[in-house]
């Protein structure tokens, strides 16, 4: 966010819509990334005591995980207001967003050689809007070490069904801690993407330390680190992913 914020043309800093809208973004990663550490310190540290607890573990497993669709969600929305703010697309035909996108992103990349898709939140969005109209039924469950949770319609077809280390071998269950880390990790990846790709799309190559006098440059490398708090716990948790369904299968 730094870094983009530096890249914005000058007569643009002025944009009280757009400086809200970039602190907006900063603030719903915030709370996405606290939403996935109140689900860690569950798993991590109350977890054992569930029998001793006055919290309904299994509910307020199912309130988060709804809670993490939406603000991914929110978090997409909020990076193509951005893109609309600044670089005033001419959309021409009747494409949805994400199919505007899909062209967008194929320029660039053909472009620049830079990696950004969809892909990521497309499942993602499928299981926000059916949450949202209420078409999918998400249930927790508490086994003997994790919190699992799945996502179903009104067949009680699975939809998340993707193996990327967060699934649970043999069985339609998720495990918490695993997706929701994945996605705050694919979600802050895209951010980076996104915003690298407007800064594109404005004609500009990005911000550098060029022409800045001592103190501009103290002032912008001061904002480049940002430290949420539970760092640890959330890259132990990344480290795991792919590892737990190797260990079932090796059982």
């Known amino acids: 966010m ?11 800093c002025g944009d009280t819509e757009l400086d809200w809208t970039i602190k907006n973004l900063s603030a719903n990663f915030q ?20 029998s001793d607890s006055n919290v309904d573990l299994a ?18 929305e ?14 021409t035909s009747k494409r949805s967003k994400h199919e505007y996108l899909e062209i967008e992103f194929d320029n660039y990349r053909r472009s620049t050689g830079r990696e950004i898709t969809l892909d990521w939140y497309e499942p993602i969005n499928a299981v926000r809007n059916r949450i949202a109209h209420g078409g999918f039924s ?11 949770f799945q996502v179903y319609n009104r067949d009680l077809d699975e939809q998340i069904v993707d193996k990327l280390g967060y699934v649970v071998h043999d069985k339609p269950l998720v495990y918490v801690d695993l997706y929701t880390t994945f996605y705050t990790t694919k979600t802050h990846q895209y951010i980076q993407e996104f915003l690298a790709f407007v800064i594109n799309r404005m004609g500009n190559v990005g911000s550098t330390d060029e022409g800045l006098d ?38």
Request: charged content about 25%; glycine content about 4%; overall charge positive.
């Open 2 to 12: 730094n870094d983009f914020i530096w890249s914005l043309p000058i007569e643009k």
């Open 31 to 50: 709370k996405l990334y606290g939403c996935t550490i109140n689900l860690l310190q569950v798993q991590n540290f109350d977890f054992n005591d569930k």
């Open 59 to 76: 509910t307020l497993c199912t309130n988060l995980i709804e809670y993490f669709f939406l603000k991914i969600n929110t978090i997409w």
């Open 78 to 91: 909020l990076c193509y207001q951005i893109y609309l703010k600044l670089c005033d697309p001419k959309k």
């Open 138 to 148: 998400i249930k927790s469950f508490l086994s003997d070490d994790f919190l699992l």
């Open 214 to 251: 001592i103190l501009d440059r103290e002032l912008r490398n001061s904002g480049k680190a940002l430290y949420y708090g539970y760092e640890e716990i959330f890259i132990s948790t990344a480290q795991q992913l792919g590892k737990r369904g190797f260990r079932s299968r090796a059982c």
